[in-house]
C-alpha cells in the first residue's frame, strides 16, 4: 500500500499555487528518515510573482494606520492560539522535536512576540519636533522600508518566521518569506492562516532552494533582504544586496562561551548548562555549547557534566521523557559526526560521541574535554547536541579564550561575585551576556550580535526599527 504524499504549495497574492514550472523537492521527517511531502521548488517566474504582489499591496497596507495593523496582528496571534495544535503537528513533522516542548516552548513565545509588535506598531520614537534652525521646524518621520524578501532557517522553523515577517508587517511592510528546503510545512500552514486575515499580496510564502533564495534577494523589487542561517549564506546574501544597495538584516550563528568560575553552583550550573546545550538537539544559534571552566573546579564540573549528559535522553516525538529530538537532516548528521570523528588525540569524549539508532537522524549527548584554543570544534559552530570544556586558569585568559572566535551572538557567567559578573558582562563582545543562566529570551529585548553573527536585531524595538527608515521633513516658518 502506498501512502499518498502531501502537497505543499506556495502562497502567493491569496493563492496557492505550485511551481511555476512544477517542480518539487522531497521533504523528510527526521524523525523517521522517510519522505511525507512534497514542495515547490521555485524559480525565477514564481519570485517574480511573489514580489510583483508584495509590490502591488504595499502602497495600500504602507497607508494603513499603526492602530489598523495592530488589529491585523493581534488577529493573527489569536488564530495562532486557534490553531496551535495544527501548527504543532506541522512543526513536530518538520523538525522531529518533542511535541510536548514545542507546545509549550514555542507557540505561548510566537504568540507574546507577535502581540509585542502589534503594541510597537505604535510607539514609534524619533527625535521630538522643533525649531533647530531659526525659522524653520524639523520632524521625524519613520516610514516602512517597502518590500521585505525574508529567508528563515530549518532550526525554528515557526519562531523564526514569526521573528521576520511579525515587526515587518507592524511596520507597513509587506513580506516574501521563503522557509528552508527541509522545514516548508509549518510556514505554508501559517499563510493559510494569515492569509485569511491580511490583504492579498501583504504576506507571500515561497517555498525553493538556495537558488530560490537567491534569486529573491537579487531581485530588484525588495528594500531589505533578512536571512537568518550561516555564515557563508549571510556572506552572499550581502554581497548580493551591495549591487544594488538593498537594507540587508543578518543573523548568522554563533559560539557561545559558558564561562564557570570557581564559585559557581557546580551541580546546578551543570544542569542549567545541560539543558541550554542540548535543547533542540543544540541547534540553536545561542545554545550553551562551548564552557569554559576555571581549572580548581574543571575536573568536578565534567564529571556532573557528563553525569546530566548521560541522563538526557532524545527520541520520537511522542515520548514524554525526551529533551529533544533529531539533527534536522541527514547532511547535518554528517556534519555533527564529522566534528567527533576528527577530534585531535589530546580531546576525550567524556559521554555519547554517538548516532542514536538508526532511523531518523538522532545523536546522544555528547560532552568533550581536553580541547584547545584552536581546536577546530572551538572555533566552528557544531550545531548540535555537543558540549565542548576547556580550562582556563583566571579571569583574563577565560575572558582571552571567549573572545576569540569569529562569532559573538551570545555568552554566559556563572559566579556569585557580582562585581566580576559586571567585569565580564563589560569585556565578553557578544550580543547578549546572561549571568547565571543561558538562552531565555524576552520579545521587548533585542537579539542580534557582532563579527561574524551579523547585523541587525530581532525582537524588541530595536528589531522593530530596523523595519522602518527614517525621513527628515523641514518647513519654513515664513
Known amino acids: 500500500m502506498t501512502t499518498e504524499l502531501r502537497r505543499l504549495r506556495n502562497y502567493i497574492n491569496g493563492e496557492f499555487r505550485d511551481a511555476a514550472d512544477g517542480r518539487t523537492i522531497d521533504v523528510i521527517n527526521p524523525a523517521t528518515g522517510e519522505v511525507y511531502a512534497t514542495s515547490p521548488l521555485s524559480g525565477q517566474a514564481d519570485v517574480d510573482a511573489a514580489m510583483e504582489a508584495a509590490a502591488a499591496a504595499f502602497p495600500a497596507w504602507r497607508d494603513t494606520t499603526p492602530a489598523e495593523r495592530q488589529k491585523v496582528l493581534l488577529k493573527i496571534a489569536d488564530a495562532f492560539e486557534e490553531r496551535a495544535e495544527d501548527l504543532i503537528a506541522a512543526e513536530v513533522e518538520n523538525t522531529g522535536k518533542p511535541a510536548g516542548l514545542t507546545a509549550s516552548e514555542e507557540i505561548p513565545p510566537m504568540v507574546d512576540q507577535i502581540r509585542f509588535f502589534a503594541g510597537a506598531a505604535r510607539m514609534l520614537e524619533g527625535r521630538s519636533a522643533g525649531e533647530y534652525m531659526e525659522g524653520m521646524t524639523s520632524i521625524i518621520r519613520r516610514e516602512p522600508v517597502g518590500v521585505c524578501a525574508q529567508v528563515a532557517p530549518w532550526n525554528y522553523p515557526m519562531m523564526m518566521a514569526v521573528w521576520k515577517f511579525a515587526p515587518a508587517l507592524a511596520a507597513g511592510n509587506t513580506v516574501v518569506l521563503k522557509p528552508s528546503d527541509t522545514t516548508p510545512a509549518s510556514t505554508v500552514l501559517m499563510a493559510e492562516i494569515i492569509g485569511q486575515i491580511v490583504p492579498k499580496g501583504v504576506f507571500n510564502v515561497i517555498c525553493g532552494d538556495r537558488d530560490t533564495g537567491r534569486a529573491m534577494v537579487e531581485h530588484p523589487t525588495p528594500a531589505m533582504a533578512s536571512i537568518t542561517g550561516s555564515v557563508r549564506a549571510g556572506m552572499q546574501v550581502a554581497e548580493s544586496a551591495s549591487k544594488d544597495v538593498k537594507r540587508v538584516h543578518l543573523e548568522l550563528g554563533g559560539k557561545a562561551p559558558v564561562v564557570v568560575f570557581e564559585d559557581a553552583d557546580i551541580a546546578k550550573a551543570a544542569e542549567d548548562i545541560a539543558v541550554a546545550g542540548y535543547f533542540n538537539a543544540g541547534q540553536d544559534c545561542t545554545a550553551a555549547t562551548r564552557v569554559l571552566v576555571h581549572e580548581s573546579i574543571h575536573d568536578e564540573f565534567v564529571t556532573a557534566l557528563a553525569k546530566v549528559a548521560a541522563a ?103 559566579t556569585k561575585d557580582h562585581a566580576r559578573a559586571m567585569r565580564m558582562s563589560k569585556s565578553l563582545d557578544f550580543g547578549c551576556v546572561w549571568i547565571n543562566t543561558h538562552i531565555p529570551l524576552v520579545a521587548e529585548m533585542p537579539h542580534g550580535g557582532f563579527k561574524k553573527s551579523g547585523y541587525g536585531k530581532d525582537l524588541s524595538a530595536y528589531g522593530f526599527e530596523d523595519y522602518t527608515r527614517i525621513k527628515h521633513v523641514m518647513t519654513s516658518l515664513g
Do not use: C, M
Not at 567527533?340 to 555519547?352: Q, S
Open 312 to 414: 538526557t535522553k532524545t527520541g520520537q516525538p511522542d515520548d514524554e521523557d525526551v529533551l529533544y529530538g533529531p539533527l534536522n537532516n541527514e547532511n547535518q548528521l554528517k556534519q555533527v559526526s564529522g566534528f567527533i570523528d576528527r577530534l585531535p588525540a589530546h580531546a576525550k569524549v567524556e559521554a555519547g560521541g554517538r548516532r542514536v539508532g538508526d532511523k531518523g537522524y538522532f545523536y546522544a549527548p555528547t560532552v568533550v574535554s581536553g580541547l584547545k584554543q584552536d581546536d577546530e570544534i572551538i572555533q566552528n559552530e557544531v550545531f548540535g547536541p555537543v558540549i565542548t570544556v576547556q580550562s582556563f586558569t583566571d579571569e583574563a585568559q577565560a575572558l582571552e579564550f571567549a573572545n576569540g572566535v569569529e562569532y559573538a551572538l551570545a555568552s554566559s557567567v556563572w
